[in-house]
């Protein structure tokens, strides 16, 4: 359970984030969605403790986060960022495995390797293992930074939950990718893991999502359960664009069309 | 990326670095046979000619690895570091503060430190060219990482304002030396292992070995650090701590070793790129193989340096320098090409 209690974060003179207060269960996938420079990101960061809030809390069962280690920390949450650079050449096999850094302490064990093997299988990307990772597209970077994520956080700790932050995963992503990694999210979330997202593709967030949380100047605008929380309204407010909700005669969840 | 496991390439390294000491103690100013050179190690004696391999001869071989291993794992500690394949312990001040402390010394000496002169003896020089080497390190560091993103342009910028700085420093003490003095400047500014001796060559060597096994204890972080610090970060590494160190042990391998060979610039360039181009960027690997291959190339350069003039000698600096800076000409170019392309090496 990761919980969020009045969080300021500010840049100098700026407030990014204005006044947070949010819960995070696990067992369901939350996207937060908002214009560009909304704070969507900065929100991750104080999550995942990248960066200390200006004020607020923020509690990873119950604990907060000022108190936890960082390596300990390391060993249960996962970030996702929008694609590191990277200057030198480094195998794909070696990006996956420094997820397993924070398990061990010189050599990874075998139990380190098999967990890679079984992360990069999940993700189809078994055959890149070899390769150069400056030679890879964007999406399958895409691809290896999502299974270095996967891999940091396989084994689940024995008394806590698991947290995994997505910052616009599926950026660079055909739409064959998009689709299954996101239904890799959705069969994480059944495994007690507090999954939170940062989507652009509001489609793509209604498919997938539990819950929404639009975010708007560092503010919560709106927040509820998938499909309800979404209407045209909502959406003029946030995005500033006029949309209409159709209704798919095949699923219960309806598309979003832009005017 | 070849298939041929770390543990090979250390081992031919290995042998090549052990030939490469054999071949380089037979020759010099007086040659010593390989019969000779094994009958001395077995059966001490005092011909002119065991004195000289085994007082001379032996330990400057011997310094010259551990000088060469040094820089070359700084060389390769620093780029990880910075992120950045053209950085090297010359380029980010570590070899010009270092020289900088050292001509202090040289030319205030016992002066500096006056009743205390006794105690610290044989220290004085390294301590001085460590503390020297430090604040230059710290200072281009401090000047080229702007926001936690380390600018190419602010560190070339900022390595040629501060190496400027420690040459205009070390050229303003030999310009008031006494004229020995001056003369020990100018020839240590180009590196020479003539002053090889069994203590130099012990601390030199004890120092190398315990920063190269510091160093590999920091190799998995520094990996995590090439994603960026962020990343790094979320993997569990304490980066500002990690920074710190790894800076203090940059200028603890190099402030030692060039405390008593003087200033040879670009071993810890060439040496991590030419592991890079065989085989990976890991830097376990890179820590290793720049330790054996380090102790290797500088070994082949003391051998021309003792030979092409003998029996003179010529500075090994000026040969590392011809040999290293069409490497680093290459590297600029090709990280030029990286902005139209994809990657380095791509």
């Known amino acids: ?259 | 990326m070849k298939k041929i496991p770390f543990r090979v390439y250390y081992i031919v390294l290995g042998l090549l670095l052990l030939l490469s000491l054999i071949i380089s103690a037979r020759v010099g100013a007086v040659p010593i046979s390989y019969e000779h050179m094994f009958y001395f190690l077995r059966h001490p004696g005092t011909s002119i000619e065991e004195q000289l391999f085994l007082q001379i001869r032996l330990p400057r071989v011997l310094l010259c690895a551990f000088t060469g291993a040094a820089l070359s794992v700084s060389g390769a500690l620093m780029q990880a570091l910075f992120r950045n394949p053209i950085v090297e312990p010359g380029l980010v001040g570590t070899s010009s503060g270092a020289a900088f402390g050292a001509a202090v010394v040289f030319v205030m000496g016992k002066s500096l430190t006056g009743a205390w002169a006794d105690t610290l003896g044989p220290f004085l020089l390294p301590v001085f060219a460590f503390i020297g080497g430090g604040v230059a390190t710290w200072l281009v560091y401090r000047l080229s990482n702007v926001f936690g993103k380390v600018n190419v342009n602010t560190l070339l910028l900022a390595g040629i304002a501060v190496n400027a700085l420690a040459a205009g420093g070390t050229g303003f003490f030999s310009y008031i030396a006494r004229d020995p003095q001056a003369r020990s400047i100018v020839f240590w500014n180009l590196g020479t292992l003539s002053g090889a001796d069994w203590e130099n060559t012990g601390i030199v060597g004890v120092c190398a070995c315990l920063g190269i096994l510091l160093s590999l204890f920091y190799s998995r972080s520094l990996n995590a650090l090439l994603l960026g610090e962020t990343e790094a970060g979320y993997l569990g590494v304490h980066t500002e701590k990690l920074k710190t160190r790894i800076l203090l042990l940059n200028t603890f391998l190099v402030a030692v070793a060039t405390s008593v060979v003087g200033v040879i610039g670009f071993v810890g360039l060439i040496v991590p790129h030419i592991l890079r181009l065989l085989k990976s960027s890991d830097n376990r690997f890179l820590i290793i193989g720049s330790a054996l291959l380090g102790a290797i190339l500088l070994n082949v350069a003391d051998m021309l340096a003792r030979v092409i003039v003998a029996p003179s000698e010529f500075p090994i600096g000026v040969i590392t320098a011809f040999a290293g800076a069409p490497v680093f000409l290459f590297l600029l170019i090709r990280a030029n090409r990286q902005q139209q392309k994809g990657g380095f090496y791509a």
């Open chain 1, 1 to 259: 359970m990761l919980e969020i209690q009045g969080l300021v974060c500010k840049i100098g003179s700026k407030t990014i984030v204005d006044g947070v207060s949010l819960s995070f269960d696990p067992g369901r996938l939350h996207v937060i969605v908002g214009p560009n420079g909304s704070g969507k990101s900065t929100l991750l960061k104080a999550f995942s403790g990248e960066w200390v809030p200006t004020a607020g809390a923020v509690t990873y069962d119950s604990v907060n986060l000022t108190r936890i280690d960082k390596l300990h920390l390391a060993r249960r949450r996962a970030v996702m960022t929008q694609l590191p650079e990277l200057h030198f050449p480094l195998s794909v096999e070696e990006i996956v495995m420094m997820g397993r850094y924070p398990h061990f302490s010189f050599s990874p064990t075998p139990n380190d390797r098999a967990i890679c093997g079984q992360v990069m299988s999940h993700l189809s990307i078994q055959p890149l293992s070899g390769r150069d990772y400056l030679t890879l597209s964007g999406g399958e970077r895409q691809r290896v930074q999502f299974a270095r994520a996967l891999a940091q956080i396989w084994e689940a700790p024995a008394s806590t939950s698991r947290y995994l932050f997505l910052d616009e995963p599926v950026s660079s992503l055909d739409i064959h990718y998009q689709h299954q990694l996101m239904q890799l999210a959705r069969d994480l979330v059944k495994e007690k893991i507090v999954l939170i997202a940062v989507l652009h593709d509001l489609n793509l967030a209604l498919h997938y999502a539990d819950r929404m949380i639009f975010v708007k100047q560092g503010r919560i605008v709106a927040e509820g359960a998938v499909p309800g929380i979404v209407t045209p309204s909502l959406i003029r407010e946030v995005f500033d664009i006029e949309a209409r909700l159709l209704e798919d005669p095949q699923s219960d969840i309806p598309v979003i069309v832009y005017a």
